[in-house]
């Protein structure tokens, strides 16, 4: 009686959670902040033109358009266009709660616990802040955070087949397309696989990602004229802003997020079996987060407001990656034995 409980409340905390977001979705066509002035831009400028190069022309001088950015999530968004027969923003809206569908899914298959346990880790996600309001409906990280997801299920896997890393490359590969930070996770989930000692998996997942994610676009700016950054740039390193990233993000958040904070390190300090079979992904995690504090060394920007406008985007992926770990780390605690670790599984960031 109390697992049917249980699991009837995560079922209805699940679709309280997806139903809000969907009409935080829907509210309004896709029109505010990053996607007037970059996504939607660039995937009206594809639609119109059918040309990739066109990425480019919409803000020749790249004072906000972000040429650099990759172009999967234009790309898709065109794409979807050209299936509806004209670029319909309230329709293209409905992305958003497909890819939160998914995302949501992929959480319950990550998460190595009971139906209940699974549906409460799903039900986190979607009820994340950035789900949550209508701000953030045209923008890229949910398309990001569906590819590295499903990359993480498939290097977690226990059974993996010869064709798991190459698949795990490719979703690393169309990461690294969406946004810059699917490198970041490209660079940490290779180097886990080599220190896991996993060398076939690393060459398989790692190559291909860089190959087929980072390479092409690269090669693709510069012969454009499009080589840098807008906001990092090597030679703008100061040793001192990493340290004032972290100032400024103590201000405009550290306080709504402490108890979150403090809430995880109980929970996870109360199940030690869940650290140890988690080992790998809790690294990665921290290695992703310290590889992004790490790149306002090269901020072109002031540091206190790239933080104060990009925290909550950045944290979402680590955020939600470590999720199926604070549930099993929850549910831990009232097993009658500890939950065993996966032979071979080696999480990544």
Not at 10 to 29: M, V
Not at 186 to 204: G, I, Y
């Amino acid at each position: 009686m109390r697992r049917r409980a249980l699991l009837a409340a995560a079922f209805l905390l699940l679709a309280a959670g997806f139903a809000s977001a969907t009409l935080f979705a829907l509210r309004q066509p896709l029109s505010l902040g990053d996607y007037l002035a970059i996504w939607g831009l660039k995937a009206r400028a594809l639609h119109a033109s059918g040309d990739l190069a066109a990425l480019f022309s919409v803000d020749p001088a790249g004072e906000f358009s972000h040429p650099e950015y990759p172009p999967l999530w234009p790309i898709l968004l065109a794409s979807a266009a050209k299936l509806l027969g004209r670029y319909d923003e309230l329709l293209l809206a409905l992305l958003r709660p497909a890819l939160l569908t998914l995302a949501a899914a992929l959480t319950c298959a990550r998460t190595r616990a009971s139906l209940p346990v699974r549906l409460l880790a799903a039900s986190a996600l979607v009820l994340l802040p950035y789900f949550q309001t209508a701000a953030y409906v045209g923008y890229a990280e949910a398309l990001l955070l569906v590819l590295v997801l499903a990359a993480l299920l498939l290097l977690e896997s226990a059974n993996p087949t010869p064709f798991t890393p190459w698949a795990a490359g490719l979703l690393l590969a169309l990461a690294a397309l969406t946004k810059q930070e699917g490198a970041v996770v490209l660079v940490v989930a290779t180097a886990l696989l080599l220190h896991a000692r996993r060398w076939r998996d690393a060459a398989a997942a790692g190559g291909l990602g860089f190959l087929l994610g980072v390479v092409p676009w690269t090669l693709y700016r510069s012969a454009h004229g499009v080589a840098s950054l807008a906001d990092f740039a090597p030679r703008t390193f100061e040793l001192g802003k990493p340290i004032r990233a972290v100032a400024a993000f103590g201000e405009v958040a550290l306080l709504p997020s402490l108890p979150w904070l403090a809430g995880a390190a109980i929970v996870l300090a109360f199940a030690p079996a869940t650290r140890r079979a988690r080992r790998p992904l809790l690294a990665g995690a921290a290695a992703y987060v310290a590889l992004l504090v790490a790149a306002f060394a090269f901020a072109r920007v002031d540091v206190g407001w790239l933080v104060t406008w990009t925290w909550d985007r950045l944290a979402l992926l680590p955020v939600a990656a470590l999720l199926p770990v604070l549930a099993e780390a929850a549910a831990e605690p009232f097993q009658e034995a500890a939950p065993a670790e996966v032979s071979g599984a080696a999480p990544r960031a």
